[in-house]
């Protein structure tokens, strides 16, 4: 069967703190991995992408993930996070040929100041 | 701004009622997606059209439908709203219908039904 999982529902954590949120799927066709913000009543908007190549994956604000195939797993990373990264990220997976992304049930990053 | 538009931005309506949410793409894009964002189902696909054509299909209710106008925009349709339904609506949009490209969402209709 073909799902993503994100464990944490919600992540505390102290400003210029690292963070990592994670991501795990499963999968028995060929996957894309994407990872989206969504900040308070807006839409969601794609922070990183990995599609084929260097397992590390770099994306805006600096955020970064990294594809582990053998764990089937696509956590993001930040080394110092912001109280302007306070908000909800999701996880994303394309199954197969056509367009079918399934969402995680997302991880709110609460930054402490 | 993702250039993904979608009106109305808020909707209060009855239940028994229907109404129609429309999604503006991003100019270029063939692809259009509906999501459905609940407290308790988290971000539900409901259903994507590509060039006027029906691609796949989610968890869309049968009292739901959608389509996709030859100008490339989008509506969706409600009725026999039930208390349920109440949630936020998105739109996204992407160039083509393959599974690498990333969808951009606008910023939502938010449906409260009483």
């Known amino acids: 069967a073909q799902s993503v999982t994100q464990l944490d529902s919600q992540v505390p954590v102290f400003e210029e703190a690292p963070v990592e949120l994670r991501c795990n799927y499963s999968?028995?066709?060929?996957?894309?991995l994407f990872w989206y913000v969504q900040y308070p009543n807006q839409g969601l908007q794609l922070l990183l992408k990995?599609?084929?190549?260097?397992?590390l994956v770099k994306g805006i604000n600096g955020f970064e993930a990294e594809f582990n195939k053998s764990q089937t797993s696509f956590h993001l990373r930040k080394p110092s996070v912001h109280i302007s990264d306070t908000a909800e990220y999701f996880c994303?997976?394309?199954?197969?040929?056509?367009?079918?992304?399934?969402f995680g049930t997302g991880t709110k990053l609460q930054v402490i100041p | 701004d993702s250039g993904v538009t979608q009106t109305p931005k808020h909707l209060i309506t009855a239940t028994g009622q229907r109404v129609t949410l429309r999604c503006s793409p991003r100019?270029?894009?063939?692809?259009v997606y509906w999501y459905q964002q609940s407290l308790d189902q988290g971000l539900q696909f409901l259903i994507q059209?590509?060039?006027?054509?029906?691609?796949a299909k989610g968890n869309i209710l049968e009292r739901f439908s959608a389509q996709q106008f030859p100008d490339l925009h989008s509506e969706l349709n409600l009725s026999s709203l039930e208390l349920g339904d109440s949630a936020l609506y998105f739109c996204?949009?992407?160039?083509?219908?393959?599974?690498?490209?990333?969808?951009?969402f606008g910023n939502g209709t938010r449906l409260t039904v009483t």
């Open positions: 996204a949009s992407s160039p083509r219908d393959r599974n690498n490209s990333p969808l951009h």
């Open positions: 999968s028995s066709v060929s996957v894309y």
């Open positions: 990995y599609l084929s190549g260097s397992t």
């Open positions: 994303a997976v394309s199954f197969g040929g056509y367009q079918k992304v399934t």
């Open positions: 100019s270029g894009d063939l692809s």
């Open positions: 059209y590509y060039n006027g054509e029906e691609r």
